[in-house]
C-alpha cells in the first residue's frame, strides 16, 4: 500500500513506490457554422486534466497526490469520448475516471463545445476547459483545477480559442482566437508530452477571405478555412475540435486517455481492456486508450 501525500509527491519523475496517474476527459467539439455567413464560430474546450505526475496539474493547479491502491483489489478505467462536431449543435466530451475499493474516484470533466451557428445560435459551454465564444459573446468557464476558460470575441470577424489545460483559448480580433495551449506531462517517459490543447477559433474578413486559427498544442483542432469543417482534437489526448466556416461543421473533439505509472516490482500485471504497457526506468506505465482495468 502507498501513501496518498507523500512530502515529495509532486516531484517530476515520482517517488520510490509512488503510483501516479494522468486523467483526461474527452475534448468538446469545435461550433458549426450553418446560419450567418457574417459571423464566426468558436474553437471547442479541451478536456479536463487532473495528474499526480510533476508539479502542476490542470487549470494551473499543484500536482495531486500520489495514489494509494490496495493489493488484489480491482480499479475501473473510463475513457471519456471527444464531443460530436457542429452544426447541428456540436456537443461537450465526457467524462474519463479511475475507481474502485478505497479510493476516492479521481474523474474529470469534459471538454466544452464551442460556441456556433445553426438553425439559430448556440453558445459555449462550461466544461473542463471551456469552449471558446461565437462571434461578440464571452467564452465559457473552465472547471477548477482541471482547465481553463474558452477565449472571447471581440469582433463578427472571429470566434474565441478553445479553452486549454495550462492556458486559456485566445481572445479574437479580426481572427479567430488560437486554442488555448495544452498541458506538458511526462509520465509516460521522454519530453514533449502535451495533452489537452483547445481548438482553433474560426475567422474571417469583410472581405470574406477565411483562414482558420491553430489549434492549442496538446491536440487541438485546427478551425476549417474558408467553406471547410474544422479539424477534429487528436484522440487520446483530449484536443478540443476546431470550429468550421459556414455552412459547414466543427470539428469533433479528441477522446480521453489515462495513464497510471508505477514502479515495475509493484506491478502486477493483471489488467483488462488492452492498455499498453511500456517501461521508463524502473518505472512500469500502462496507458489506457480505451476502457478497462487494473488489479493490483
Avoid at 464551442?114 to 459555449?124: K, L, R
Avoid at 474571417?204 to 476549417?224: C, E, L, M, T
Amino acid at each position: 500500500m502507498f501513501g496518498q501525500g507523500l512530502v515529495f509527491g509532486g516531484i517530476a519523475g515520482g517517488v520510490a513506490n509512488g503510483i501516479s496517474y494522468l486523467v483526461i476527459a474527452g475534448g468538446g467539439g469545435g461550433g458549426g457554422q450553418n446560419y450567418d455567413p457574417g459571423a464566426s464560430a468558436g474553437g471547442g474546450g479541451a478536456g479536463g486534466l487532473r495528474t499526480s505526475f510533476g508539479t502542476t496539474s490542470g487549470g494551473g493547479a499543484s500536482s495531486e497526490p500520489f495514489l494509494e491502491l490496495l493489493s488484489g483489489t480491482t480499479y475501473t478505467i473510463s475513457i471519456g469520448g471527444g464531443g460530436s462536431p457542429g452544426t447541428t449543435p456540436a456537443r461537450s466530451g465526457t467524462a474519463s475516471s479511475i475507481s474502485g475499493a478505497g479510493l476516492t474516484t479521481i474523474t474529470t470533466v469534459g471538454g466544452g463545445v464551442g460556441g456556433g451557428f445553426d438553425s439559430g445560435i448556440y453558445q459555449a459551454n462550461i466544461g473542463g476547459s471551456g469552449g471558446g465564444a461565437r462571434s461578440l459573446v464571452s467564452g465559457a468557464s473552465g472547471t477548477s483545477n482541471q482547465g481553463y476558460a474558452g477565449g472571447d470575441s471581440n469582433s463578427v470577424d472571429g470566434g474565441g480559442g478553445g479553452g486549454g489545460a495550462a492556458a486559456a483559448g485566445g481572445l479574437s480580433g479580426t481572427i479567430g482566437g488560437i486554442g488555448g495551449a495544452g498541458l506538458e506531462v511526462n509520465i509516460i517517459g521522454g519530453t514533449g508530452n502535451h495533452y489537452s490543447g483547445g481548438g482553433g477559433g474560426g475567422s474571417r474578413n469583410k472581405g470574406g477571405d477565411f483562414i482558420g486559427s491553430s489549434g492549442g498544442i496538446g491536440g487541438g483542432g485546427k478551425a476549417g478555412n474558408y467553406f471547410q469543417d474544422g479539424s477534429n482534437g487528436i484522440n487520446n489526448t483530449g484536443g478540443g475540435g476546431g470550429a468550421g466556416y459556414g455552412p459547414r461543421s466543427g470539428g469533433g473533439g479528441g477522446s480521453g486517455v489515462v495513464v497510471l505509472r508505477m514502479p515495475t516490482d509493484q506491478y502486477s500485471g493483471v489488467t483488462t481492456g488492452s492498455p499498453i504497457v511500456t517501461t521508463d526506468g524502473s518505472n512500469t506505465i500502462l496507458k489506457f486508450t480505451g476502457s478497462g482495468s487494473y488489479t493490483h
